[in-house]
């Protein structure tokens, strides 16, 4: 077995360190019913902590063989249906998707020590939910979701770019409508664990969790 080089791992925090990322809403962090309402709270603090993207998060899919993949993402709109993202559907995930509509998400906000788990089946958003969405995007973002064959080999930069200037010029001054291989996935929780970090991995777990998007939910405290 290879050794870590000196110094590449960071070591484990000590007293001194957890006291200085004490939590000071320690009492009142998990003081909610609504799972939504619970991690709206924790997105508004990491929005305010974060130094950029708050609102990113890691998307695990599945092939058809069921062989996991993973990837950042951005969170782009979460309300009690649940947590929404756009993607072209002819990249990886969107085929993933196509045959396994089943996803994991992991938002993990470093400098609030906080993170949460979401798992949960898959759903395609309504037409005119993406065309809302696909119209509040910079232009320059519209024009790369029509020149952008994403996930698929790329000879060059120079071929990228060259597609970018051809859409560009193809659409001109007029409006850019969402491409027919762009839309968005909305993840229907049935599982959501909100964790904290505490001193000596003494973490705290709480997770909400129901067998349909129907069903109540089941709050649990588990061992860290």
Not at 118 to 141: I, K, T, W
Request: proline fraction near 8%; include cysteine.
């Amino acid at each position: 077995m290879s050794k870590s080089k000196p110094g590449l791992i960071p070591p484990s925090p000590d007293a001194d360190a957890y006291a200085k990322t004490a939590d000071a809403n320690a009492a009142e962090i998990f003081d909610r019913e609504d799972p939504f309402a619970l991690f709206a709270d924790w997105l508004e603090d990491a929005k305010r902590k974060e130094p950029n993207d708050a609102n990113a998060m890691a998307l695990a899919t599945a092939d058809a063989d069921g062989l996991p993949d993973v990837r950042m993402v951005l969170l782009k709109d979460v309300d009690p249906d649940g947590f929404v993202f756009y993607t072209n559907l002819e990249s990886a995930k969107g085929r993933q998707l196509a045959v396994n509509a089943k996803a994991a998400l992991c938002f993990h906000w470093k400098s609030l020590r906080r993170q949460v788990r979401v798992r949960g089946l898959v759903q395609p958003v309504a037409a005119d939910e993406a065309d809302a969405y696909f119209a509040s995007r910079a232009r320059d973002s519209r024009i790369g979701a029509w020149a952008s064959k994403q996930s698929r080999p790329l000879e060059s930069r120079f071929a990228l770019e060259k597609a970018v200037a051809r859409e560009a010029a193809r659409f001109g001054l007029g409006e850019v409508p969402r491409p027919p291989h762009w839309s968005g996935f909305r993840i229907v929780p049935v599982s959501i664990e909100f964790w904290r970090d505490r001193p000596f991995r003494l973490h705290d777990r709480m997770t909400f969790s129901r067998p349909d998007s129907h069903s109540p939910w089941q709050v649990d405290r588990l061992y860290p």
